[in-house]
């Protein structure tokens, strides 16, 4: 059993920057690929980013390509999402999730999840 929670969410203005703190609590972070998604209103959830057990492998959504950047401390058992450049489009709750399988992109591959944490993108 893993326990996420999402940190570093709030208000911002287009071309801000935030970061995203996931810290996990249970079974060995190293074991579970880790991943970003979010959900808009009125929009299903979508995959954001994720990252390998490592760290020395990531991916990402095209929409946030070259502004979003995942990474992890598995020392800390923390995953983080700088995001930079922010648009409105952005605007969502974010969710961190785990697996402890190779299906980085897919959602309902991921075993857990955290509560949310809101982002809010003003133009």
């Known amino acids: 059993q893993v326990q996420l929670v999402e940190s570093g969410g709030g208000l911002v203005q287009a071309g801000g920057s935030l970061r995203l703190s996931c810290a996990a609590s249970?079974?060995?972070?190293?074991?579970?690929?880790m991943g970003w998604f979010r959900q808009a209103p009125g929009k299903e959830r979508e995959f954001v980013a994720a990252?390998?057990?490592?760290?020395?492998?990531?991916y990402y959504a095209d929409s946030v390509k070259g502004r979003f950047t995942i990474s992890r401390d598995n020392a800390k058992n923390t995953v983080y999402l700088q995001m930079h450049s922010l648009k409105p489009e952005d605007t969502a709750v974010y969710y961190c999730?785990?697996?402890?399988?190779?299906?980085?992109?897919?959602?309902?591959?991921?075993?857990?999840w955290g509560q949310g944490t809101q982002v809010t993108v003003s133009s």
């Open positions: 999730a785990a697996q402890r399988w190779l299906a980085p992109t897919v959602e309902n591959q991921y075993d857990y």
């Open positions: 249970g079974r060995a972070f190293s074991i579970y690929v």
């Open positions: 990252i390998n057990r490592s760290g020395g492998t990531t």
